[in-house]
């Protein structure tokens, strides 16, 4: 996989199944700021809000016939940009954000991203760490965790193969997180460490490939 400006290969996780990449500070917290004003300012509707957590689509809405694809915002474009110049999207371009917020103690329950998505994810985080949890998909009940990665705010984090694939992830519900060696990137010079967790705005950065300019009828 070839990078134009940043070799991500010296990024990715040697540990863990295939494959990771977890590049720490790539935004600043200038960055951070200006992403979090942006996210916060849209009006109200543009908010979905689930039982545990709540979210803004952008993009257009994933659709097994295809997507009715949506211009993004110059202010989300430039890092789906700057992403795309990783190169572990190969030939295609992200076109499709998911963000979403996590009060402390909210999670997501592991599961797949599934096929209406280009085999990558791609996270940014804002605003607090958090720690992604990767399961055998039948076996997903707390201490089965197959490998555990700490995602601190302004980093990059990018799924592909069988860390995609074939293992589910989700995130806890905690307000708190006790790291340790079992948390593949970190903390062999703090172990035992608690950092509480705050709101936690990420940015999930995927390629939809199935797009269609047309209406869907149903
Ligand atoms: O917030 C995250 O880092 C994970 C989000 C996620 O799993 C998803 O949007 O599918
Ligand atoms: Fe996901």
Redesign the pocket.
């Known amino acids: 996989m070839t990078g134009n400006n940043v070799n991500v290969e010296k990024y990715v996780i040697k540990k863990a199944p295939p494959t990771v990449y977890y590049i720490p500070d790539f935004i600043t917290r200038e960055e951070e700021s200006h992403l979090l004003n942006k996210i916060y300012s849209v009006p109200k509707p543009k908010w979905t809000q689930l039982s545990n ?1 709540k ?1 803004q689509n952008w993009g257009g809405i994933p659709h097994p016939k295809g997507m009715i694809a949506e211009k993004l915002p110059e202010w989300l474009d430039t890092y789906l940009e700057r992403i795309n110049q990783l190169g572990v999207f190969e030939s295609v371009k992200p076109n499709h954000v ?1 963000i ?1 917020e ?1 009060l402390a103690g909210q999670g ?1 329950m592991p ?1 797949f ?1 599934g096929p209406l998505y280009y085999p990558t ?1 791609s ?1 940014i ?1 804002c605003g607090s760490h ?1 720690i ?1 949890n990767f399961y055998e998909p039948d076996r997903t009940s707390e201490g089965s965790e197959v490998c555990s990665i700490f ?1 601190d705010a302004r980093s990059l ?1 990018i799924l592909q193969d069988d860390m995609y694939e074939k293992y589910v ?3 806890s519900s905690k307000t708190d997180d006790t790291l340790s060696s079992d948390i593949l990137n970190c903390c062999s010079s703090s172990p035992n460490q608690m950092l509480n967790r705050s709101t ?1 705005v ?1 940015l ?1 950065i995927r390629h939809v490939p199935k797009t269609t300019k047309f209406t869907i009828k149903t």
Do not use: W
């Open positions: 957590r979210l998911l979403n996590y997501i599961h991203d994810i996270t985080s958090t992604l995602v984090l992830h989700g995130i936690r990420s999930t």
